[in-house]
């Protein structure tokens, strides 16, 4: 099994199980089950030798461009995600065709004329779904045939062919026409109506509102009633005419009132002051009188309740009720959430919002008139957010509304406007339809866990996209350049203190293949899976730091030698299926990291050096690809900076803080790279502008940023902190360290920033 375990697994199903078996939500336990499922599925084939983790082609008797069901961390279940039984739509074609309802028989009634004519229709109207890559596959094979290119549809179908049992190779038809190559959306009509129609009722406002409508004025009847036989202070000193009548009517009127409404059970814990009353009020008009302590309890409950509210009808009682029942009496989440759904009842489930302002408008009059909502209500943003998800808009649209509020959630939507880039390369709109939309299809296909440096299996390896390749065409990529620059650029002005995610890495590297920008993107490496060794693209990546950052302040913070870095020439290819590796670059990051030995901590450490020495892929966006950025350089460190502050706060009194430094630290190397491409006098000004707000924050974040400032200030001024000449409290900030990271402790006040 190539050194992989069953531990991993072993865990991931134990708490799937533990889930399953204990959670309260009975979707969650559902969705538990299913894991527990896969997990037992790569348990059982690393058992059985039917899964190979590690390798490219990690099922057995699956090529490598078949897309397998993976779960947590890269392991493959032994399922393909375009198998399983077949789908209503495979049905329905086999029902119309007079066919077997056999995934085979389905397969070879689209090579007939018949078929081939189904799927050309598909081809020119552009309105099928492709899930996964697969089902693009007889797309590509009509495609080839129309086109007059036999000889690479037989291929293609003798490539796919052994499969047609097991596999979809087909798209579903939809309604919506082929996704706008300008716009993204991060969910559609459909999703968002279900994201919305699933959120139930909160039973804590529940339990709230039916507090203060239901039981609270009933508390004041009560009270009331009990005021009527105070005599000098004294309760139930006198018993007016028919009191006891009318508290027999009270009576009868509670068990109703708490048979119909059983959300708030306050009413029926004994030390409740309304418990209290009516429990007298029972032995006052039912039993033998009250007895001296429930005299008493009785006493200090109307005497409490009158000094705390008021006496029932006074002004101050009457403001405080009349506030509490326009509080209980507004429209809930739920009901919102649900006329939300009723405004996009009549939309396709595909479809996008070009607009949300109709949606999240006020509630109107008609509306009123139907679910009883008071018309002018305001949509809360929380529903609106919901809402904004199926906005359809330019990407730097969805950033600035906070839609894509991340660079994980940028990374998911960017494959939307590059597969339009990618597929310009072909000059029939219909192929370029197809392609774009297996781009997206093959973007959502996860990763898998790869041993020695095996590389990930490309779009170019699938069977129909190599088939067309013959038709790609020689064409200006200044679109796809276009669309590289401004994607690098949104995603440093939109998110300054954050690395950039695998995934968008990925889609950033398919463009500058598709523009012909050569340029090494470096994906962050899992320590816990860190083979200990880097692939020969890093050592490039740092040479090209070296060429950006040589000389600055970057370079001397960190105390890295960019000369020695560009004395390694020492790449290997280690197979035909790995990637070449540099053993001095390793080295070096080993040696900066203090050589630490065999802990996921350790390894996190050689890691993180190699990040410093590449930048994480900052340098290469400067340069060749050539972002900068609208704001400026000395903004963009002030962004990341504020970034630093917000998740150093993440750290104070936190049992489990190792991950808020990691960020942090990240955040710091975003921000030092960003004030290294500013002149010497904005490095000054940023730098006083950092300590000043470092001081308006709480004196824990202050503290911990003192000794990373007075780092910062030290090199500014020529310093470094490798030699000596650092101040004491001077300190270089990393996230990764062997045994107990500095940040952790509780900074002393008497560090604080000055």
Known sequence: MNGIGPGYPQR???????????????????????????????????????????????????????????????FATG????????????????????????RRAVFYHHLTDAGLAELNELLDSGRYDVTVPEEAALLAVAWLVRAGDTAAALKLVEAIEPFADRLRFLPVPTDAPPPDGTMVRRQNVGAVRDRLAARGPNPRIAAMNEALAVWNPFADRLLAHWLETVRDGKVAAAEPDGWRRRGAELLERYRRLAAEHTLCGRHRKPRENLAVLRMALEEQVEGDGLNPRLRGRLQHAVDSMVRKRGAPGSPAHTELRARQAAEAARPTYHALARLLVERLAELPDDAGLPSTDWVVAPVADEEERRTGIPAGTPIPPALRRAVDRALTAPVDT??????????????????QLVASATADAYADEALRTLMAAVHRAFSRRRSLLLLDLRHQVRM?????????????????????????????????????????????????????????????????????????????????????????????????YYGIDYARVRAIDDVARRGRFAAATSEGFAALC???????????????????QAQILTTHNL???????????????????????????????KV???????????????AWRQALFFLSLCSLEDQISVAAWMR?????????????????????????????????????????????????HWMRDDPVPATAVR
């Open 12 to 74: 991931q199903l134990a708490k799937a199980f533990a889930t399953a078996l204990t959670h309260e939500d009975e979707d969650t336990r559902r969705r538990a089950e299913e894991r527990m499922r896969r997990w037992d599925r790569v348990l059982h084939g690393m058992h059985d030798g039917t899964l190979d983790i590690g390798s490219r082609t990690p099922v057995k008797g699956l090529p490598a461009w078949v897309t397998p069901e993976v779960v947590r961390g890269g």
């Open 79 to 102: 399922a393909a995600e375009a198998g399983g039984p077949l789908t209503p739509h495979e049905r329905d074609i086999a029902r119309r065709a007079g066919l077997p309802a056999d």
């Open 398 to 415: 969805l950033v600035e509304r906070g839609v894509i509020p991340s660079a994980e959630v940028l990374g998911e939507l960017v494959p």
């Open 460 to 556: 170019d390896e699938l069977p129909w996209v190599a088939a067309v390749a013959g038709h790609r065409r020689q064409y200006e990529a200044t679109h796809a350049r276009t669309v590289l620059v401004r994607l690098g650029e949104l995603a440093l002005c939109g998110f300054p203190a954050t690395i950039l995610p695998n995934r968008l890495v990925r889609q950033l590297g398919a463009l500058a293949t598709r523009a012909g920008v050569d340029v090494p993107l470096v994906e962050e490496l899992a320590a816990d899976i860190f083979m200990g060794t880097f692939s020969g693209k890093f050592l490039r990546a740092a040479k090209l730091a070296a060429g950006v950052l040589e000389g600055t302040l970057y370079e001397r």
């Open 590 to 608: 080993r040696e900066r990291a203090g050589d630490p030995k065999g802990r996921v901590a350790a390894r996190g450490m050689v890691i993180e």
């Open 619 to 649: 340098a290469a966006l400067v340069h060749p690809i050539g972002v900068d950025p609208a704001p400026g350089w000395p903004e963009l460190a002030r962004r990341a900076f504020t970034g630093v502050c917000r998740r150093v706060r």
């Open 652 to 666: 104070h009194r936190n049992p489990y803080p190792l991950t808020a430094i990691k960020d942090a630290a990240y």
């Open 692 to 740: 000043d707000e470092a001081r308006r924050q709480p004196e824990h974040v202050a503290g911990r940023l003192a000794p990373v400032l007075a780092g910062l200030r030290h090199v500014l001024v020529g310093g470094s902190l490798d030699d000596g000449s650092a101040p004491p409290n001077a300190r270089r900030l990393l996230g990764w360290q062997a045994g107990h």
